[in-house]
């Protein structure tokens, strides 16, 4: 069985298509698709700068759309696939397109149309009893945060750090926020999707007409499919179903620092038991504190010489801001004499750990917005902009951008650990700050190393795509595979799924091939190209 990386030939075939041949396509797509959306609802290729990689790893034209085109409704999805079907022109759908440091909007092929859902932005549906909301896959999490306020709704949505992307997006590339409902892929129930022939399914119960278990149980009768359209290739999602938390009475966001590296192991073990006993229920955000030092301020301000900030200087920055060297936020929820509960153990357990701090702030669950301190604002799933920050470490003028690289790991001292070791080697010898953090459920670990760097200087820009490219692989070899990946790095990623020879990637593939065989829809993504 082979276990090294698959060879690229078996990820992404020789290129069957002429870039040029894909973009005279398009450009007919776009001429039809304007008779289908109407004119002011298509982009041409001369018009695509909305499109592009802000956070690009050089040139931004590397990911070049061929035009875009704006539906309203999924009967407009389906026709405008059906066109692209007919033409042979890749499509690549984007939410909110605001999927930066994965590729933001651009497609993974150069000449695709992007089918841009942002028009696609109702809530369809609060349902307060049962406690789920169906969204079409252009609201926003500042959409749906506004819209629950306004229908007065008992339920709370889970946000990531940046508000402004889609709900739908963020779920189905399997983003995290920190409420309790923070790890969301786990809380869709319930898709609509056109598939890359035009036709429109539902699934789990979604297709027993009439029923209104549809966001409720995924079951249905017969496979789950949900999972199939994450990450995928295979169809567009027109309308999601998901799960929303209802309004606790009482909330604590909690904050825990250490002040060495030394306790980080049991800090991470710590976290690990809180969560498996239900202590804790938000999912729980690590930072270490050049990470929390760069969410709020440009580097010159703790250090203006070259290279990395030297391990003085990030003391001196953490005691300036009363932060630790590693830095915990979660949260949990219920009555005050449940919060206590959960509090007292929370305190024993961190105590534990040497120098350790506790900071734990409770709020109303229905506190408002004001009322909750911007740094508690994740416990409550308040959308904002607070992280966007981060992109001015390294670069003030416009070139600011950043590049996550998420490993993820066993939820255990010893692999958090061994994942920053390697990634923060590696990161510092190449001449970059690590700002490294981990994000926990109750088993596993998205261990985060986040790249700031200056997009607009390119030689920054290579350094940064080859320390990627190697530590990919560095880190695969101990079994910590990214949980997702810039569309630079696809390919890479996918290859180190080798398990079998690459027998996953291989079943993929033949789906794939089942349902788009003349590959239209996103063609590459996650590795997954058409044969
Ligand atoms: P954000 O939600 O942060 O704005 P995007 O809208 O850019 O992010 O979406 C991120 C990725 O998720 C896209 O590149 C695309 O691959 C996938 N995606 C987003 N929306 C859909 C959808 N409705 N159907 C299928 N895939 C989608």
Known sequence: MGETPLSPELIRPAASTDPAETFAAAARLIERAAGIVGAANVSAADDVDDYLDAYALGDRR??????????????????????????GVPLWPIG????????????????????????????????????????EPGVSFFELHDELLQRGSRLWASVPDLGWGSVVGNALERGYGYTAHGDHQQFVCGLEVVLPSGELIRTGMGALPGSEAWPLYRGGFGPGLEGLFMQSNLGIVTKMGVWLMPRPERFAA???AIDSEEALPQLVDAMRELKLDGTVDGVVNAANAVGVAAGMSPRERWYGGDGVVPDD???????????????????????DALLDLKEQRLRGAIAAIPGSTVIVHRYDGT????????????????????????????????????????????????????????????????????????????????????????????VEAEKVRVAF??????????????????????????????????????????????????????????GIWPR
């Open 62 to 87: 590397t990911f070049l759309p061929g035009g875009a085109v704006r539906p309203a409704e999924a009967e407009q999805v389906q026709a405008v696939v059906r066109a692209a079907g007919e033409l």
């Open 96 to 135: 909110r397109g605001k999927n930066l440091g994965y590729g933001g909007p651009a497609p993974r092929v150069p000449g695709s149309v992007v089918i841009d859902l942002t028009r696609m932005n109702r809530v369809l549906t609060v349902d307060d009893q049962t406690a789920y909301a169906i969204v």
């Open 254 to 256: 909690c904050r825990i």
């Open 313 to 335: 200087v990030v003391r001196l920055l953490a005691d300036d801001l009363g932060i630790g060297l590693w830095n915990v936020k979660c949260a949990f929820y219920g009555s």
């Open 367 to 458: 506190a408002s917005a004001d009322e909750v301190e911007p740094v508690d604002h994740f416990a409550a799933g308040i959308p904002g902009m607070l992280l966007a920050e981060g992109v001015r470490w390294r670069a003030n003028g416009t070139g600011g951008a950043h590049i996550g690289l998420c490993p993820v790991s066993p939820l255990t001292g010893e692999h958090v650990v061994e994942a920053s070791r390697i990634m923060r080697t590696h990161i510092e010898a190449a001449g970059f700050d690590y700002i490294g953090g981990w994000l926990g459920t109750a088993r596993h670990a998205v261990n985060v190393l986040m790249i700031f760097f200056d997009a607009a200087d390119p």
């Open 469 to 526: 490219s190697e530590l990919v692989p560095l880190l695969a070899a101990k079994g910590y595979g990214e949980y997702r990946a810039h569309l630079e790095f696809m390919d890479t990623v996918a290859a180190q799924f080798s398990w079998n020879d690459g027998a996953l990637l291989e079943f993929v593939r033949t789906l794939k091939q089942a349902v788009d065989p003349q590959g239209i829809l996103a063609p590459g993504k996650q």
